[in-house]
């Protein structure tokens, strides 16, 4: 089964404005070349400053969309809008989308229907909260939310998972590699049963740091990262996606 590159990606949230991403981008350009795929998931307004500062693998994605492809809907952003902007990957499903917006699984599964309607290849986060892991639901919270997400036939490629625990979004708390090779193996079993996401790489995304990444990154089943606050700086996202490879 063929899953491509290791995939980096940096979800810098709604952080930076144009000129601190150019700091960034002079700073990531004294670096050497990676031996993996680097997604930057830049605010909106930065997809069009962002672009032509790209090379080599790296390649850019959103961090949200509306399910419509145009339409009376102020505030938002079709799949078409990101793929004109340049965009290979969306973001959906994150769980500040879900918890902090409230967006309930019935949204998240119009959206990655609409992302791959309109040609843009959804990374699709799942994870449970801290008294769902407590309560030992973990693997049933993420089956729920890719049934509910992917529908009972997943499409058969195409999408990428990202596997981050509520718990560990910007928490510092980071989920043991043996607790995120669990999840992720748990993923594949699902999308193998069913026949779907035969192209799927499974992310780990909750507090990835440069001291905590090759242990994850080593783990079976674990083809990338999602990277958040470790990402906004240049030299500590390089020291992580250094240490993955193809
Ligand atoms: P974090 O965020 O790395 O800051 O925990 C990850 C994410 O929310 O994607």
Wanted: some cysteine.
């Amino acid at each position: 089964m063929n899953r491509g590159r290791t995939l980096i990606a940096a979800n810098w949230k709604m952080h930076k404005t144009s000129r601190e991403a150019k700091a960034f981008f002079d700073t990531w350009r004294t670096f050497p070349a990676l031996d993996c795929e680097i997604a930057f998931l830049p605010p909106f307004t930065l997809l069009h400053a962002v672009a032509p500062l790209l090379s080599g693998t790296e390649v850019l994605g959103g961090q949200n969309l509306h399910e419509a492809a145009a339409g009376a809907f102020t505030g938002e952003i079709s799949a078409g809008m990101l793929r004109d902007a340049g965009c290979k990957y969306v973001l959906i499903g994150h769980s500040e989308r879900r918890h902090v917006f409230g967006e309930p699984d019935e949204r998240i599964a119009l959206k990655v229907r609409a992302a791959l309607e309109g040609g843009l290849r959804p990374i699709l986060c799942v994870g449970e909260t801290l008294e769902q892991r407590k309560n030992g639901n973990t693997l049933d919270i993420v089956w729920g939310q890719l049934a509910a997400d992917l529908g009972r036939n997943p499409p058969r490629e195409g999408f990428d998972i990202a596997y981050e625990p509520v718990w560990a979004i910007g928490t510092g708390k980071v989920a043991s590699h043996h607790d995120a090779r669990e999840v992720h193996e748990a993923v594949l079993e699902y999308l193998g049963k069913r026949g779907g996401g035969r192209d799927c790489r499974i992310l780990y995304g909750g507090s990835v740091k440069p001291g905590n990444a090759l242990d994850l990154l080593n783990s079976p089943g674990i083809h990338g990262l999602l990277v958040g606050g470790a990402s906004l700086d240049p030299g500590s996202f390089h020291q992580i996606a250094a240490l993955a490879k193809d």
